[in-house]
C-alpha cells in the first residue's frame, strides 16, 4: 500500500541521533521502496555537514534537537544551497518558534515524533510527490500564530472557548496532578519526553501559570481536573 508508483530521489540523508527513532525511519524508507545504499545517517550537525560536503542529496529528513546544536541552522544551509531540496522535519519539538523558525529556513513539511508509523510514512510519501505536509497539531499552531490577536481584555470567570485544554493536554495534565514527572508521562503515554515538555508549556500558557503547583490549582478551581 505505501509503495505504489512513487519516484524515489536518492539519495536520502536521514538526521537524526536517536537510534531507536533511526531505525523507524529507516524502516520506513525501505517499505517505501528505498534501497539501503540509498540512504545516508547522521546523527549530529557535524557528521550532516560532512555527509553533504561529500555528496548533494535529493531528500532529507531532519530533526531540530541534535546534540551539536539545532537542526534548523541546517535547514537553513541546505536550502540556501539548494533551494528545490525537498526537506522534511520529523521532531518532537512542537513550538511555535521551533515550527516556524525550521519552515521559514526552507522546510518543506513537518511532522512529529509521535505520530504512527503510517502517519509519518504518508507526509514522506506526500514530499516525495511534491506535497508540503504539516502536522495537523503544527497546523494548528501556525493558524493560532498567525491569526489576529484582538485586544486582550482580562476575564474573571475563566479562560476563553480557545483557551480550553486539548484531550492530550488534559492527560498530561492528570498524570501532573497524580504526582509523575515529565520521564514517567513520556513512558506511559509512549511519547518523547520532548513532546511531554512541549505540551506542559503550552498547559502553562493557557492556565497563564509557571509552575506545575499553580497549574494544578488553577485547574481544579475552574473544573478542568474533575
Not at 531528500?59 to 544551497?81: R, T
Not at 513550538?95 to 513537518?110: M, P, Q
Request: charge should be negative; proline fraction near 6%.
Amino acid at each position: 500500500m505505501l509503495t505504489s508508483e512513487l519516484t524515489l530521489p536518492a539519495p536520502v540523508l536521514l538526521v537524526e541521533d536517536e537510534p531507536l527513532v533511526c531505525r523507524r525511519l529507516e524502516g520506513l524508507l525501505l517499505q517505501l521502496g528505498y534501497q539501503s545504499d540509498a540512504l545516508v545517517f547522521a546523527s549530529s550537525l557535524a557528521q550532516a555537514r560532512a555527509c553533504l560536503a561529500g555528496q548533494p542529496v535529493a531528500l532529507a529528513l531532519v530533526d531540530l534537537g541534535l546534540p551539536d546544536g539545532s537542526g534548523v541552522d541546517l535547514i537553513a544551509e541546505m536550502h540556501a544551497a539548494d533551494p528545490s531540496l525537498a526537506i522534511l522535519v520529523i521532531s518532537a519539538w512542537c513550538t511555535e518558534d521551533a515550527i516556524l523558525s525550521a519552515l521559514r529556513a526552507g522546510a518543506t513539511g513537518y511532522v512529529l515524533k509521535e505520530r504512527d508509523d503510517i502517519e509519518v510514512a504518508l507526509s514522506i510519501r506526500s514530499v516525495l510527490r511534491g506535497g508540503a505536509p504539516i502536522d495537523p497539531f503544527v497546523a494548528r499552531r501556525i493558524i493560532e500564530e498567525l491569526r489576529p490577536r484582538p485586544a486582550e481584555q482580562a476575564d474573571p470567570a475563566g479562560p476563553a472557548t480557545d483557551e480550553i485544554l486539548s484531550p492530550r493536554e488534559s492527560q498530561i495534565l492528570r498524570l501532573v496532578a497524580e504526582g509523575l514527572g515529565n520521564r514517567e508521562i513520556a513512558e506511559q503515554l509512549h511519547l518523547s519526553r520532548y513532546t511531554v515538555e512541549c505540551h506542559i508549556k503550552h498547559i502553562y500558557r493557557k492556565l497563564a501559570v509557571s509552575s506545575r503547583t499553580r497549574a494544578i490549582h488553577t485547574a481544579r478551581s475552574r473544573g478542568l481536573l474533575d
